[in-house]
């Protein structure tokens, strides 16, 4: 059984648009949340983290908004580029050392 | 900073063969070291985790002895697959983290292909 889920495979975004990736968990246990980029046959690089203590955490074009009601996490990319287009992984963890469970990834495409 | 490196970057053997992926921190010390597969439009899934100089700890459903994993110093870690076989194909990721970080700091991959 999934505990994390990307229910969306792809996603295609105008540039300059905003990208919204979604992701669910099923694990209350789950407190601290990570989102990876990556591309091809390359390893995923780690883009943003939020802990379950907080509801949204920023870092430039990258935003992570976390509903722990819900256990719904999503990250948005704003203004969206086309070296956007990757991969997207969510991953949670019980503690911010915990293992990383991943989900399934989003494949965004940003097109010009 | 923060870079890891992994060897070979693709490879292809023959059933039954054995195959060894090394798994280097280029510029930091990783007391722990974890090794991931993932199979086409699938997640990463966690094989195992080995911390430096102890014996690696093993997901549920995944063969220690089939997939052996050595974390003999605190840059390299080895998987080993043994007697591979054509659904051991897959792309296997390692990451790093260094004592008292959060951080997992991927590798970029290797492929494997057992014909």
């Known amino acids: 059984d999934q505990q994390v889920k990307q229910n969306s495979p792809s996603l295609s975004v105008q540039e300059g648009r905003i990208s919204i990736l979604n992701c669910d968990y099923t694990?209350?246990?789950?407190?601290?949340f990570l989102w990876y980029k990556k591309y091809p046959a390359e390893g995923p690089t780690f883009l943003i983290s939020?802990?379950?203590?907080?509801d949204k955490n920023e870092d430039g074009r990258f935003t992570v908004f976390l509903n722990k009601s819900a256990k719904h996490l999503s990250l948005h990319i704003v203004p969206s580029q086309p070296g956007d287009s990757a991969v997207y992984f969510c991953?949670?963890?019980?503690?911010?050392?915990?293992?990383?469970?991943f989900g399934k990834g989003t494949k965004l495409s940003v097109k010009p | 900073g923060a870079v890891v490196s992994q060897h070979p970057s693709w490879v292809i053997c023959k059933s039954g063969t054995s195959v060894k992926i090394e798994c280097r921190s280029l510029?930091?010390?990783?007391?722990?070291m974890f090794w991931y597969r993932q199979f086409p439009k699938q997640s990463l899934m966690l094989m195992a985790t080995?911390?430096?100089?102890?014996?690696?700890?093993?997901e549920q459903g995944v063969e220690k002895d089939k997939f052996l994993i050595n974390h003999a110093s605190l840059t390299l870690s080895t998987l080993t697959v043994t007697s591979a076989h054509p659904e051991d194909s897959s792309f296997y990721i390692c990451?790093?983290?260094?004592?008292?970080?959060?951080?997992?700091?991927f590798g970029p991959g290797t492929r494997l292909t057992v014909t």
């Open positions: 990451s790093a983290r260094e004592q008292g970080g959060n951080e997992q700091y």
């Open positions: 694990n209350s246990m789950f407190d601290y």
């Open positions: 939020i802990s379950s203590i907080k």
């Open positions: 991953a949670a963890s019980v503690g911010s050392q915990g293992n990383l469970i």
């Open positions: 510029d930091f010390q990783a007391t722990t």
């Open positions: 080995s911390n430096e100089g102890s014996k690696a700890t093993y």
